[in-house]
């Protein structure tokens, strides 16, 4: 372990981080009878025509995709689609949203399902759409370095599929969203560089699947949640420049897979022992 007196300059790290058919009808004949006497019902099915279960895979695979575009469409309408930096093909009806619609990946050919959102410093303005969170399939939304305000909307926590969360670098206020606790996947939060205030949500513990927790350079305030010490997989936690004034809780010694630990630029006391923390590389301490 190496204790480092210094600690990079802000503008380093935040450079650092930057998806109905009809059915035939059923027939009956009159040789089709059960033992009973009753008439037995069978389906007369044209071939090459998809099954019952096929039919209704496509219908709804059919709603998702139109579920998508919709939230899609959304989204550029609340942030200033027009005014974007790189706003290629959005909104063209005879681009499907998955087949050039910029920063948007979906799944393969046979789901159309969006599964990336990656808008990066592209001049997104306004306030992000709660309809964001029936964006099912998503995996990976980044959308840092933008101008995006008010608060993180809570339907975020919806996203059962989400890895990769990116807020970083927005005028975004107001408190982080306990309903982020709910991203069993998530294995990346980046929210430096806001304006998010009040407590971190000890329900971030819940996030069993992350190895990076980005908080820094946020009017955070209170403690560090003994909670985050349930963050068994967590190899990167960067809380510095931040309001935290608490001791800093003897939890953090259950980070076992802990590589980095920055916690200057609060006012925080008293430095547990971290002895457990076996592959940490970098301690960037209390001050």
Known sequence: MKLLGRYLSMGLLLALMLAGMSLPSPATRADDHRNDGRSKVVVNTPPGSPTRKESRTLAERKLGEELDR??????????????????????????????????????????????????????????????????????????????????????????????????????????????????????YLNLAGDQLSGNIPPELGNLSNLRTLYLFANPLSGEIPPELGDLTQLQYLYLFADQLNSDVPPELNHLSNLQILHLNQNQLTHLPDLENLVHLQYLYPVS
């Open 70 to 187: 919709s939230v899609l469409t959304t989204l550029y309408q609340s942030t200033g689609g027009d005014h974007w930096k790189n706003q290629a093909n959005w909104l063209n009806n005879r681009v499907h949203h998955c087949d050039g619609w910029y920063g948007v990946t979906c799944t393969g050919d046979d789901v159309r399902r969006v599964v990336m959102l990656n808008l990066p410093a592209n001049q997104l303005c306004g306030e992000l759409p709660p309809e964001l969170g029936n964006l099912s399939r998503l995996r990976v939304m980044n959308l840092a370095a933008n101008q995006l305000s008010e608060g993180i909307p809570p339907e975020l926590g919806h996203l059962s599929r989400l890895q990769y969360l990116s807020l970083a670098a927005n005028p975004l206020t107001g408190p982080i969203p306990p309903d982020l606790g709910r991203l069993s996947q998530l294995e």
